[in-house]
């Protein structure tokens, strides 16, 4: 089922010009609707289903459904973020409420290095090396192309 706001508990991320859920969107469908100041799903049917925008929004107001399959007719799926985790929320039809906590993080946030300190390598872009090589594979000698 397709990504869906709730009018009520959606403030539009008191954008001017972009909200969260359109800022992550991978499939670039949720919008700002300027006459309401909400944010709202362009084209329900071309959406992924990633949760994305579930995820990001910072009231809750996106929601999935989920399919029968995964989870009983009527039953919400909400996550909450927090900055070490993501907590899962299950709801059922039932009231029964079920939580899945997982980590996102497992190292203090700002303190990887993305060439992991490694020399970057050639700036010649017709080399065949990737950024870190040959340093970050230990081989001196790697396989050449014709």
């Known amino acids: 089922m397709p990504s ?3 009018t009520q508990k959606c403030d539009g991320c008191k954008a001017i010009d972009r909200t969260a859920c359109q800022y992550i969107c991978p499939n670039d469908l949720m919008v700002l609707d ?3 100041g909400k944010a709202i799903n ?8 990633c949760y994305s925008c579930v ?4 009231t809750q107001a996106i929601e999935v459904r989920g399919y029968a399959d995964f989870m ?8 909450m973020r927090s900055s070490d985790a993501i907590m899962w929320s299950v709801k059922f ?3 029964d409420i079920k939580r899945f906590r997982f980590r996102t993080r497992t190292t203090p946030e700002g303190s990887i290095k993305p060439d992991a300190g490694y020399s970057t390598g050639t700036s010649d872009l017709k080399s065949p090396l990737l950024r870190t090589e040959p340093e970050s594979t ?6 050449k192309l014709d």
């Open 34 to 36: 300027k006459s309401t």
């Open 42 to 49: 362009r084209a329900p049917e071309m959406c992924w289903e």
């Open 93 to 95: 039809r039932d009231g």
């Open 138 to 143: 230990g081989k001196t000698d790697l396989a």
């Open 4 to 6: 869906f706001v709730i």
């Open 72 to 79: 009983p007719l009527g039953g919400v799926v909400q996550p």
């Open 55 to 58: 995820k990001i929004c910072p």
